[in-house]
Each structure stands twice: as structure tokens, then as C-alpha cells.
């Protein structure tokens, strides 16, 4: 292990905030098994399905600029605690619901609302603290650390919520509240120098991120790489689609499905932390999305669960290039006073391409099929990594971080 990684390890805080967002990951991802899954059993829809990326992605996209106004102004680590809270409470509603017999649809797509209102202050808080808590030399390593414990918990969740759910859905929503309880504790348990800001709420200062962003074209390219890539070829909300009918799987194969990306991305962020991207981030940021959609029509193709799986995982390990080089870019080039409304602008991409992507996919499935939908979408990715050489050749020609 290498001095610098050691030093990292020693960061008390950081390590403190990195339990707690493994704990609220592997709560979320466990949570969204059990809500895609029970969703299924109750509608067998696709467009259902794609509904509750919507129903997540409005309340996120509405709130994204004011919520990365008030991370700039408050205190982060008190904002992500109170986030895992209301988590918290989501969860002892799902399975009191449960246990009345009580969830419907409509339930479960007022719970998505909800999630995606968090969700717009907890992505900003959670990117903007880290900076933090460990020196600047060492904050690549702490990017690609945390993206190893958020893969280990990606992994960890679905395979255990699909386990847990063998016994009633009711069994994960108990532990899922558990879990983002122990989440909000540690987060309060973590110090770190606040510095009181004044912002005053203006139209200047709510659109300041935006501004930022659209000034710098590397960051530009790279955000909206990531918008157009997941968009396009994610395939999340298809999963059980693919589980029941295609692969003939229960919900432990679910979880094994939704665990596969995350098994990749762990690998591949475990090299990153051994072995940091150095030289020539552009061009190796721009093959990994490229590849990212190749595996994407791969898994649509396949009939097979494990070949289903290992396409799965290249995605994963594709993607977490991708996650690292922007992240690592995006927090370097940004001043600390405005990490919180830059983070909310990415929070708006990411969102937009992880919750409409389902929506995209659902549309699309319930039209043509899912095989169809998740091929397409496969492509338009591979389209969009060659059109960004030309469209942002600032980001291609990109040697170092």
C-alpha cells in the first residue's frame, strides 16, 4: 500500500463520511430493489417502471439550483444527515404500508417524489464536503477511495436486498431504515472547519454554477458526456423486465443484476486508487463511454444470466472512469464557495440521466420491448463518445487532471 494511500486511511473525518455514505448507499440501493421489484409484481408495466425515474427526476431537477444555494450557505455535513433522516422515515412508511397491506402504485410513485426532493441536497452536500476533509494532493485517491466504497455498497445492497426480499419486502424496508439511521449518526459524528457565508438568494448567485460550469468547456464536455451517455444507455430500470422474463430469474437474480455494474466499477476503482489516471484523461474518458455503451448492447442481446452479468460488470468498470475523471476535474477547478451550486448543476445532469434515462427506457420498452430499447440506447452512446471529439475537443485533447 503506498505512503500517500496510508495518509488517506488516517483521515479520521473522511473516513468517518465514508462509513456513513456506505451505509445510506447500501440502504438506498436496497430500497430501490425492493421498490422496482414490488412495483412489478403490483403493475407489470414497464411504463410504470419509467414512471418512478420521472416521478424521482422533477422534484431533483426543480430544487437542484436552491439546493446547492443553501449547501454554499450551510452547514454540509448537517444537511446530508438531515437527508438520510427523511430517508429514514421513507422507509418506515414503505413498510408500515406493507405491513397493512396498503402499497399501491400511487404509493410508491409519491415515495419517488420524495426521494428525488432529497436527493437534490444530498448530492451536492456529499460532493462538496470531501474536499474537506483531505489535503489536495491526496484528493484523487479520496475520489476514487470513495467510489470504492460506493461501489462496495452498490454491490452489497441489491444482492443483499434481493436475498432479504425472499422473505417480504417488508424485511428490507426494516433494515433499510436501519441502515440510513446509522448513516445520519455518523455524518453527525464527522468535524470539520465551517465557514459561515452570506450569500444573498438572487437570480446571480442562484445561476452562479451554471455560469461556472458553461465558462469551462472541459467541465462542460465532461458533465454532459455523462447526461447523454447514461441517458441513452442506461438500461436500471429494465432490470426486472430482463430478471423475470428474459433471464427467468427471481429477485435474488434481480439483485444480482443491479450488484453486476457495481462488481465492475469496484475493480476498476481499486486500480484508480493504486494507479491514479495521470496522462491523457480525454481521450481514456471518451473510450470508457464508448465502451460503457458497447457492453450496454451487449446486455440487451443476451439471453444468458452470467453473460448477462460479466456485460454488466464492464459497464460498471467503464462508468467508473468516467465518474472519477469528473469528479476529480469538477472539484478541482472549483473554488470552495461555490462547490455546493457546481455540484447541484452536475447533481441536475446526473439526475437527468439516471432518472430520465428510466423514464426513456420505460417509454421505449413498453413501445418496441425491452431487448430493443436497451440496443438502441447502447448506440446512441457510442454515437455521443465519437461526437464529443468533435464537439469538445478542448475535453479530448485533455492530458492531466
Same mark, same amino acid.
Not at 425492493?34 to 407489470?44: K, M
Not at 444530498?122 to 462538496?128: E, S, Y
Not at 439526475?351 to 428510466?358: H, R, T, V, Y
Given at each position: $500500500?503506498?505512503?500517500?494511500?496510508?495518509?488517506?486511511?488516517?483521515?479520521?473525518?473522511? $473516513?468517518?463520511?465514508?462509513?456513513? *455514505?456506505?451505509?445510506?448507499?447500501?440502504?438506498?440501493? $436496497?430500497?430501490?430493489?425492493?421498490?422496482?421489484?414490488?412495483?412489478?409484481?403490483?403493475?407489470?408495466?414497464?411504463?410504470?417502471?419509467?414512471?418512478?425515474?420521472?416521478?424521482?427526476?422533477?422534484?431533483?431537477? &426543480?430544487?437542484?439550483?436552491?439546493?446547492?444555494? @443553501?449547501?454554499?450557505?450551510?452547514?454540509?455535513?448537517?444537511?446530508?444527515?438531515?437527508?438520510?433522516?427523511? &430517508?429514514?422515515?421513507?422507509?418506515?412508511?414503505?413498510?408500515?404500508?406493507?405491513?397493512?397491506?396498503?402499497?399501491?402504485?400511487?404509493?410508491?410513485?409519491?415515495?419517488?417524489?420524495?426521494?428525488?426532493?432529497?436527493?437534490?441536497?444530498?448530492?451536492?452536500?456529499?460532493?462538496?464536503?470531501?474536499?474537506?476533509?483531505?489535503?489536495?494532493?491526496?484528493?484523487? *485517491?479520496?475520489?476514487?477511495?470513495?467510489?470504492?466504497?460506493?461501489?462496495?455498497?452498490?454491490?452489497?445492497?441489491?444482492?443483499?436486498?434481493?436475498?432479504?426480499?425472499?422473505?417480504?419486502?417488508?424485511?428490507?424496508? *426494516?433494515?433499510? +431504515? @436501519?441502515?440510513?439511521?446509522?448513516?445520519? &449518526?455518523?455524518?453527525?459524528?464527522?468535524?470539520?472547519?465551517?465557514?459561515?457565508?452570506?450569500?444573498?438568494?438572487?437570480?446571480?448567485?442562484?445561476?452562479?454554477?451554471?455560469?461556472?460550469?458553461?465558462?469551462?468547456?472541459?467541465?462542460?464536455?465532461?458533465?454532459?458526456?455523462?447526461?447523454?451517455?447514461?441517458?441513452?444507455?442506461? +438500461?436500471?430500470?429494465?432490470?426486472?423486465?430482463?430478471?423475470?422474463?428474459?433471464?427467468?430469474?427471481?429477485?435474488?437474480?434481480?439483485?444480482?443484476?443491479?450488484?453486476?455494474?457495481?462488481?465492475?466499477?469496484?475493480?476498476?476503482?481499486?486500480?484508480?486508487?493504486?494507479?491514479?489516471?495521470?496522462?491523457?484523461?480525454?481521450?481514456?474518458?471518451?473510450?470508457?463511454?464508448?465502451?460503457?455503451?458497447?457492453?450496454?448492447?451487449?446486455?440487451?442481446?443476451?439471453?444468458?444470466?452470467?453473460?448477462?452479468?460479466?456485460?454488466?460488470?464492464?459497464?460498471?468498470?467503464?462508468?467508473?472512469?468516467?465518474?472519477?475523471?469528473?469528479?476529480?476535474?469538477?472539484?478541482?477547478?472549483?473554488?470552495?464557495?461555490?462547490?455546493?451550486?457546481?455540484?447541484?448543476?452536475?447533481?441536475?445532469?446526473?439526475?437527468?440521466?439516471?432518472?430520465?434515462?428510466?423514464?426513456?427506457?420505460? &417509454?421505449?420498452?413498453?413501445?418496441?420491448?425491452?431487448?430493443?430499447?436497451?440496443?438502441?440506447?447502447? $448506440?446512441?452512446?457510442?454515437?455521443?463518445?465519437?461526437?464529443?471529439?468533435?464537439?469538445?475537443?478542448?475535453?479530448?485533447?485533455?492530458?492531466?487532471?
Amino acid at each position: $500500500m503506498s505512503s500517500s494511500f496510508s495518509e488517506l486511511l488516517a483521515h479520521r473525518q473522511f $473516513m468517518r463520511f465514508w462509513l456513513a *455514505r456506505i451505509c445510506g448507499i447500501t440502504a438506498h440501493q $436496497m430500497l430501490m430493489l425492493a421498490i422496482s421489484w414490488h412495483l412489478y409484481e403490483l403493475t407489470d408495466s414497464a411504463w410504470d417502471l419509467g414512471l418512478v425515474g420521472l416521478f424521482q427526476f422533477i422534484p431533483a431537477f &426543480l430544487m437542484a439550483l436552491p439546493a446547492g444555494h @443553501v449547501v454554499d450557505r450551510l452547514h454540509r455535513g448537517r444537511i446530508f444527515a438531515t437527508c438520510m433522516a427523511v &430517508l429514514g422515515l421513507v422507509a418506515v412508511v414503505l413498510g408500515f404500508a406493507t405491513s397493512q397491506g396498503q402499497t399501491s402504485r400511487e404509493l410508491i410513485f409519491a415515495v419517488a417524489w420524495v426521494l428525488g426532493f432529497t436527493r437534490a441536497f444530498q448530492m451536492p452536500a456529499q460532493q462538496a464536503i470531501t474536499p474537506l476533509l483531505v489535503p489536495k494532493e491526496l484528493f484523487q *485517491r479520496a475520489v476514487a477511495l470513495s467510489s470504492t466504497g460506493v461501489q462496495m455498497a452498490v454491490i452489497g445492497g441489491p444482492a443483499v436486498g434481493g436475498l432479504l426480499y425472499l422473505g417480504g419486502a417488508l424485511t428490507v424496508y *426494516r433494515v433499510c +431504515a @436501519v441502515l440510513f439511521t446509522l448513516s445520519m &449518526l455518523l455524518t453527525l459524528w464527522v468535524r470539520y472547519p465551517h465557514v459561515v457565508r452570506q450569500h444573498s438568494l438572487s437570480w446571480q448567485s442562484l445561476f452562479a454554477g451554471v455560469a461556472f460550469v458553461w465558462q469551462r468547456k472541459v467541465l462542460l464536455g465532461a458533465i454532459s458526456l455523462d447526461l447523454f451517455a447514461v441517458l441513452l444507455g442506461g +438500461a436500471t430500470a429494465l432490470l426486472p423486465m430482463f430478471a423475470r422474463d428474459i433471464l427467468h430469474v427471481g429477485p435474488d437474480g434481480l439483485g444480482l443484476l443491479r450488484s453486476a455494474p457495481a462488481v465492475g466499477a469496484l475493480c476498476m476503482s481499486i486500480a484508480i486508487t493504486r494507479w491514479p489516471i495521470q496522462r491523457r484523461v480525454g481521450y481514456k474518458l471518451l473510450a470508457a463511454v464508448a465502451v460503457f455503451g458497447l457492453a450496454s448492447m451487449v446486455f440487451g442481446m443476451s439471453d444468458h444470466f452470467v453473460l448477462s452479468l460479466v456485460a454488466l460488470a464492464v459497464t460498471g468498470a467503464a462508468d467508473n472512469i468516467s465518474v472519477v475523471t469528473r469528479l476529480t476535474l469538477m472539484q478541482m477547478e472549483t473554488p470552495d464557495e461555490m462547490r455546493g451550486r457546481v455540484a447541484a448543476v452536475n447533481g441536475v445532469f446526473i439526475g437527468a440521466s439516471n432518472e430520465l434515462g428510466e423514464f426513456e427506457s420505460g &417509454l421505449t420498452a413498453a413501445l418496441w420491448g425491452p431487448v430493443i430499447s436497451v440496443v438502441a440506447g447502447g $448506440m446512441g452512446t457510442v454515437a455521443i463518445a465519437l461526437a464529443w471529439f468533435k464537439l469538445f475537443p478542448d475535453l479530448a485533447r485533455r492530458d492531466t487532471l
